[in-house]
């Protein structure tokens, strides 16, 4: 996903690359990035699960990980251990 802000022009850009493993996230470089550009990862681990980080004007129960269960996956709700 790429982004574009109206007021920055090209000096702001959000990118989010992500590939989901079948390994619990311990693989590292999973895109295959040369030595060079993977020097210039930055890394961000997301705890999609930790409330702290959603006001509580805005938390809703039946979008909470730690509540869904999936009727088409079979998968869910998060466990304190989900990572």
């Not at 992500?18 to 999973?30: L, R």
């Amino acid at each position: 996903m790429c982004c574009e802000n109206e007021y920055m022009k090209d000096n702001f850009l959000i990118k989010i690359e992500t590939w989901h493993k079948p390994d619990m996230g311990h693989q590292e470089n999973v895109h295959g990035l040369d030595a060079e550009t993977w020097k210039k990862v930055d890394v961000v681990y997301i705890d999609i699960g930790d409330r702290t980080q959603v006001e509580p004007k805005d938390y809703k129960p039946e979008e909470d990980p730690s509540k869904y269960k999936s009727v088409k996956t079979n998968r869910g709700p998060l466990g304190p251990d989900w990572k």
